[in-house]
Structures are given as structure tokens and as C-alpha cells.
């Protein structure tokens, strides 16, 4: 048999610098000619074997990867390399059963990888198994405290759960692994923000400005904090920044809108907001233009927008009590009770709705509205 070391060498190393392509065609070349042989070395076969199921896998050929390594654990049944190339396989054709079946094998082998530990947690994460991801990720954890795979997973587990503390608690461990993971840094900005401490956020925000000057969720944090802060004209520069880089983006065009309106640019607020409408019928921008119009004290123009807006989300309190109030701070309580005769359901009772309408003002309504239409961006 002859020497097959150095097209090997060839085909790793082309492997190494993430050449997939170039170093499946090698090791498939070399694989035929193996076959052919009537016994050949097996330690050989199994590497070859590896190095084309790998080398599909990393082009995300999961399924075609998968029968290599099930030659090989058929030679070689302990073969751990075989067993990790079938779980990250199943994995990315997200069968995570069969993918922690071959994991739990691994670790019971080896019962302090803590990257496998990961990858457990991981999947149970995807399988919204909160109790068994979070263990495994502290498993993990407990083994290799600077694991950033587990802080991380463990983070964005505790964030999508709302437990916003815990999750502040492994970013903020994982910032000191490496201060300059830029998506961690905007995500502990948004926790930041959704507790509504502004200016900690910004400071985040602006760490992760510093790596990147124009990320998108920095950015939108930094505006939206300083919207929060009731600085509009500051959030109006951080919103046009954005939009000179994505210059059709509706959201963000309607909260350039929204800040416009806030700084008494109601011209201009409203041009953006029926510039958005030409192409889509975006419920936060028909809200601004229902704002529009009540600032203007156009009522009937305002009553004819609600109008519009709960024949295609007749299930919003908010717009319903907004055109009940405009009914009866304009004499018209007749209607006022129509209102709620045709929207009754959106109510627990008649009581709560009367109430509603009662303790607040049109003005406290747009604010709410204004809250609610927050759409928070996350990584």
C-alpha cells in the first residue's frame, strides 16, 4: 500500500484554513482508492473516513456527513471524534434528541467536557427545557468558570425568561472573560433599558460603539435610551445615523417620527409617517398619525384614523379608549358608549372601561400608546 501521508497533510491543513470544499475532494480521492484495496489499514480508513464526514459537515452537508462517521463507529465503536461528528451533524439538522443521545455517551466517557456539557444545554435550551439547560450550563460553568459558550448560553437563557438579574450576573462574568464581546455589551444595554437606568445603558451602548461604530442595536439602544430620557433631539441624530444606513427601515423611520412630534416638527412627523403608509400599513405609524391629528386637534381626522386602525387590530384597548376619549372631550358621549358597546370584549366589564376613560387624559393615553409600541431590538 502506498504512502498516503502527505496528501493527508494536504488535505488537513486545507481543512485547518477552512479550505471544506478543497479538502473533501483529497480525502474522497483518497477514500476510492482505499476501498479498492482488499485490506486496508484500518487506523488510515477511519481519518479518511473522518476527514470527509467533517469536511461536509462544515459545509453544512449534515446529512451526507452522518453515514461517515457511522462507518466509522461500525470499525470502531468507542471512536469519540465519530460520536462528536454525529451529534454537531444532528445538530445542525436540529434533531436534538438524536444529538444528545450520541453527547450523553461522550460525556459518560469523559464526564468533565464541559464543551460537551455545553452543547447539552444548548440543545435543551432549543427545546425550551429551561431546568435541564440551566443545569448543564452550570455544570459546565462549575468545571471551566471562563467558559464563554456556557456564559453566554446560560446569559441569553436567564434573558429569555425575563430573569433579567441572572443573566446581568453571567454577561457581566463573560465581559470580564472578554471585554469586547459587542453583542453582550448591547444586551446588558437593553436589560439596562428595559429597567429603564438610561444612562447605564448608553454606557454600554457606547462600549460596544467603540468596536463598532455603527452597530445597528447599539445604536438603536443609545436612541431609544435617550428617548426614554426624554431627550428627543438627541435621539432624533442617533435615529437619522441608522437610517443612513438603512434608509427604508419603517421601525426606525417611525420612531424618528415619534421624536419629530415630541419636539413640536409635526410637519415633518407626519410626512414620515405617510411615507411609511404608501408601502405598508404599519400599525405604529397609523398610531403616530392618529397623534398627528390629535395634536392638531383635527378630531374628526383623528376619529376617522382610529377608525381605520381598529378595522385592522380591533383587539388594541389603548386605540379604543383613545377614540372613546376624543368622543367625549369633544360633547359627543353618546358615542362614547357606542365605542364601548362595539369593542366590549377588549374589557373585562363595563366598570373597568368607565374607569379607564375617567382617571385619564387623551394626552396619558398617547403615552401609553407610545410605551407599548416599543418593539425592543435584540440580538
Not at 38 to 67: H, M, N, T
Not at 114 to 133: E, G, P, Q, S, W
Not at 303 to 319: F, W
Request: aromatic share 14%; with cysteine; charged share 35%.
Amino acid at each position: 500500500m502506498r504512502d498516503y501521508r502527505e496528501e493527508l497533510d494536504k488535505a488537513n491543513g486545507l481543512y485547518q484554513e477552512k479550505e471544506y470544499e478543497d479538502s473533501e475532494k483529497i480525502y474522497v480521492k483518497i477514500l476510492e482508492e482505499i476501498r479498492t484495496l482488499e485490506k486496508p489499514d484500518k487506523e488510515l480508513l477511519i481519518e479518511v473516513l473522518q476527514g470527509v464526514g467533517d469536511s461536509k459537515r462544515e459545509q453544512l452537508y449534515f446529512e451526507e456527513a452522518i453515514p461517515y462517521y457511522e462507518e466509522i463507529l461500525k470499525i470502531d465503536p468507542e471512536n469519540m471524534k465519530a460520536m462528536l461528528g454525529m451529534a454537531d451533524s444532528y445538530r445542525g439538522l436540529k434533531d436534538w434528541n438524536r444529538a444528545l443521545e450520541y453527547w450523553f455517551v461522550i460525556l459518560e466517557k469523559d464526564p468533565n467536557n464541559f464543551l460537551v456539557m455545553t452543547r447539552i444545554a444548548d440543545a435543551y435550551r432549543k427545546k425550551n427545557d429551561f431546568i435541564n439547560a440551566e443545569r448543564y450550563y452550570q455544570m459546565a460553568i462549575e468545571i471551566n468558570p471562563k467558559n464563554k459558550f456556557a456564559l453566554m448560553g446560560l446569559g441569553d437563557l436567564y434573558y429569555k425568561n425575563k430573569k433579567y438579574n441572572r443573566a446581568l450576573e453571567y454577561w457581566k462574568m463573560l465581559l470580564d472573560v472578554n471585554p469586547k464581546f459587542i453583542n453582550i455589551l448591547t444586551m446588558v444595554g437593553n436589560i439596562y433599558r428595559i429597567w429603564k437606568q438610561f444612562d447605564k445603558a448608553i454606557d454600554y451602548y457606547q462600549k460596544a460603539l467603540e468596536i463598532d461604530r455603527n452597530n445597528f442595536y447599539a445604536l438603536y439602544g443609545i436612541a431609544d435610551s435617550l428617548r426614554g430620557k426624554r431627550r428627543f433631539r438627541d435621539a432624533i441624530k442617533y435615529w437619522k445615523k441608522i437610517l443612513s444606513h438603512e434608509p427604508n427601515n419603517e421601525r426606525i423611520l417611525t420612531r424618528l417620527a415619534d421624536c419629530y412630534l415630541k419636539v413640536g416638527k409635526i410637519d415633518e412627523a407626519e410626512r414620515i409617517y405617510l411615507d411609511v403608509l404608501e408601502s405598508s400599513s404599519n400599525k405604529y405609524t397609523m398610531i403616530g398619525l392618529i397623534r398627528v391629528h390629535i395634536e392638531r386637534k383635527e378630531w374628526d381626522k383623528a376619529i376617522e384614523m382610529c377608525m381605520d386602525y381598529l378595522s385592522k387590530y380591533p383587539k388594541d384597548p389603548r386605540v379604543v379608549l383613545i377614540l372613546a376619549k376624543i368622543y367625549e372631550d369633544t360633547g359627543q358621549k353618546e358615542k362614547t358608549m357606542e365605542v364601548y358597546e362595539k369593542y366590549s370584549s377588549v374589557f373585562t366589564d363595563k366598570k373597568e372601561f368607565t374607569s379607564k376613560l375617567a382617571s385619564s387624559t387623551i394626552e396619558s393615553f398617547q403615552s401609553e400608546v407610545e410605551e407599548f409600541s416599543e418593539n425592543d431590538y435584540s440580538n
